[in-house]
């Protein structure tokens, strides 16, 4: 059974840092794209960030500068440490993992991160 389930999320003021896990269980982490989506109440999901297998990082315009994603393939984790955080990023996070093999999608649950001003 594929399970993505985040953790790390919570109320912060801003200025301030999350750092938000992602624990990976029932797929090859390693040949999954993973990477970060939120949505804010009212609005689409849009793509934070994300990490391909062989390395590199993709960033959402408004978030560069402020958030580093990262993976740990021993321990079938992805991270996003979230810094400078704006009441703008307050949204519900989700981790998300395509693998490049099979293109089969996994996500989490979501977890919620809220920026107060």
């Known amino acids: 059974q594929v399970q993505l389930v985040e953790s790390g999320g919570g109320l912060v003021q801003a200025g301030g840092s999350l750092r938000l896990s992602c624990a990976a269980s029932?797929?090859?982490?390693?040949?999954?794209?993973m990477g970060w989506y939120r949505q804010a109440p009212g609005k689409q999901r849009e793509l934070v960030a994300s990490?391909?297998?062989?390395?590199?990082?993709n960033y959402a315009d408004s978030v560069k500068g402020r958030f580093t994603i990262s993976r740990d393939n021993t321990k079938n984790t992805l991270y996003l440490q979230m810094n400078s955080l704006k009441p703008e990023d307050t949204a519900v996070y989700y981790c998300?993992?395509?693998?490049?093999?099979?293109?089969?999608?996994?996500w989490g649950q979501g977890t919620q991160v809220t920026v107060s001003s």
């Open positions: 998300n993992g395509v693998s490049v093999f099979s293109g089969v999608e996994y």
């Open positions: 029932g797929i090859f982490f390693g040949i999954n794209v």
């Open positions: 990490i391909p297998v062989g390395g590199g990082t």
